[in-house]
């Protein structure tokens, strides 16, 4: 599969199986297309060539057994939401048009925010909110849908370690109830303990394995170019783990985690 | 002498009492999704572009709300259009696109032979001269634009807070952004005749703006927004009467004011908030 913006391919010669109810980690430098393949997947972006199945149907087809959580920076934070309201958004698709949320809906927010740890701040508007809070609360909007699959573009990048723990300790959770979950990810040592499969990728697929092979010098340095480094058994990424994907037109990248640390 | 109750006693006050009530709620209620997605200027855009309608349909003899609400559509739709298809930014496009319908709209005005006062009040408003039939056809659009936003409620939220996730999700955001666009332009049409095409953008904006200053929900900012909305609506109409000016830019007038009233508060309010925490340490 081929997938890319305009005339310019991001991803080329995708070829991934991702069985049900796996972990996994997309790894890769950054451009290397981890969140267009995600993208590809969530049905927003048609491929270019080669065909895409996702939970047995073209993408988009199962949207509602799909949860998408963006890159965090994709939205207003100033925009007039609750927590609860972003929460049960995810509740959205599987009411259909015309039906409001009902006491059932609300029980699977409520669940939801108790599982994120994010309970006591439902009123809260959600810009008041730290990094790692906001981003509690979108998996806790994908929770709340309770999806067969999961795709997560950065879920634990830029927030704070406690957070980063919690959220895939939840992640883990999901997978053990045999849901999927797809996750890009900048942090290589997040990707090789947390994470029972990782997919490397710079444009074309480089590896597809268990967690450990993340730890391979080899493979890094064939997925990451140049921008790697060995100096004994240690390796190093040269690669800026708080930094994101290049934006896209009309994102706004925000870097508040650094500065709310407290 | 009473200034509130006898102008109500004739017909053609009441008529544009009703029609600035019911106007200013509308313009406010998709006022409030227009400021959220950032779409001021292409309202104001979509407004200017009406012109050519209203023109073309007073040449052919048809509604105005028709002329003016196909004008509008379509240049929204073709904004759109333009600004996905080709490396033109979005802003550039609204531009090109608004400038062009509105000079077409000039350019056939002054070819118009004879009286043209009529087109003239689709410029700056004349609420008071609102007819019967204009009236009804107010209501029924209104009734459509407000009917639309209830029961697209949800989706409308998902997708103007996050068109990706919505998308993903299976919603048809290309979909509603099209007909969003259409009730902004029904919208338009509806306050045409209230405060005219120039200054429509302010019905729109800024009633939802002051909202948005006063609160963090989007239903309390929508209630907000029709309250003042209305209430300037009807503000504005006595005063333009009582001083014997223009309705529509009264009416804008008012808006604005209670805009900078709530700005004053709103920045008090913070700093009298913020002060505590503002101790060093």
Not at chain 2, 30 to 41: I, P, R
Not at chain 2, 189 to 212: D, E, K, Y
Request: aromatic fraction near 6%; include cysteine.
């Amino acid at each position: 599969m081929t997938a890319g913006y305009g005339d310019r391919p991001a991803i080329e010669d995708i070829d991934l199986a991702v069985e049900s109810g796996s972990l996994l980690a997309v790894v890769g430098p950054n451009g290397a297309g981890k969140s267009t393949l995600l993208k590809v997947m969530a049905g927003l972006i048609e491929p270019w060539t080669g065909r895409v199945e996702i939970l047995g149907g073209a993408p988009g087809r199962e949207a509602h057994r799909v949860a998408y959580v963006p890159q965090a920076e994709t939205v207003d934070w100033a925009f007039p939401v609750s927590v609860a309201d972003v929460v049960m958004m995810g509740r959205y698709p599987l009411l259909g048009p015309l039906r409001r949320p009902g006491a059932a809906d609300r029980r699977h927010v409520d669940e939801a925010l108790v599982k994120v740890g994010m309970a006591d701040h439902r009123q809260t508007q959600i810009g008041r909110l730290s990094g790692g809070q906001r981003r509690r609360v979108f998996i806790a909007r994908a929770l709340a849908a309770d999806p067969a699959l999961y795709l997560l573009d950065e879920p634990v990048t830029g927030i704070d370690a406690t957070t980063q723990d919690d959220l895939m300790d939840i992640l883990e959770g999901e997978s053990r109830r045999g849901r999927t979950v797809v996750a890009t990810t900048h942090d290589l040592a997040a990707a090789a303990q947390r994470f029972e499969r990782v997919a490397a990728i710079n444009h074309r697929v480089i590896a597809v394995g268990p967690a450990s092979l993340i730890l391979d010098p080899d493979l890094l340095s064939r997925t990451y170019g140049g921008h790697l480094l060995v100096l004994g058994n240690q390796t190093v990424v040269l690669d800026d783990a708080h930094h994101h994907d290049q934006a896209g037109e009309g994102e706004t990248h925000y870097h508040e985690d650094a500065q709310r640390t407290r | 002498m009473n200034p509130i109750l006898d102008p109500l006693a004739y017909q053609f006050f009441l008529r544009a009492l009703l029609a600035s009530v019911v106007a200013g709620t509308v313009c406010a209620v998709v006022g409030s999704y227009v400021v959220l997605k950032g779409l001021a200027f292409i309202g104001d855009a979509v407004a200017h572009a009406a012109f050519p309608g209203v023109v073309v349909a007073y040449l052919v003899g048809a509604p105005y709300a028709i002329g003016g609400g196909i004008a509008a559509f379509l240049t929204a739709i073709s904004i759109g259009w333009i600004s996905r298809r080709s490396h033109i930014r979005v802003d550039t496009a609204i531009g090109v696109v608004f400038a062009g319908a509105f000079a077409l709209g000039v350019f056939l005005y002054s070819g118009i032979k004879g009286f043209v006062g009529d087109l003239f009040g689709f410029l700056v408003g004349d609420i008071l001269a609102i007819s019967a039939g204009d009236l009804i056809a107010l209501l029924i659009l209104s009734a459509i634009v407000l009917g639309t936003v209830a029961i697209l409620w949800k989706e409308l939220l998902y997708s103007t807070f996050d068109p990706l996730g919505a998308a993903a999700s299976g919603l048809p955001v290309a979909a509603l952004e099209y007909l969003f666009l259409g009730l902004v332009a029904i919208t338009i049409v509806i306050s045409l005749q209230a405060v005219g095409i120039i200054l429509v953008v302010a019905m729109l904006v800024t009633p939802a703006a002051t909202a948005q200053l006063m609160t963090v929900r989007l239903t309390r900012m929508i209630v907000l927004a029709a309250v003042i909305g209305a209430t300037t609506s009807v503000a504005g109409l006595y005063l333009s009467y009582w001083l014997d000016v223009a309705s529509g830019a009264t009416i804008v007038l008012v808006q604005t004011a209670t805009f900078i009233a709530a700005l004053a508060v709103a920045r008090t309010a913070g700093i009298l908030r913020r002060q505590p925490t503002t101790t060093p340490g």
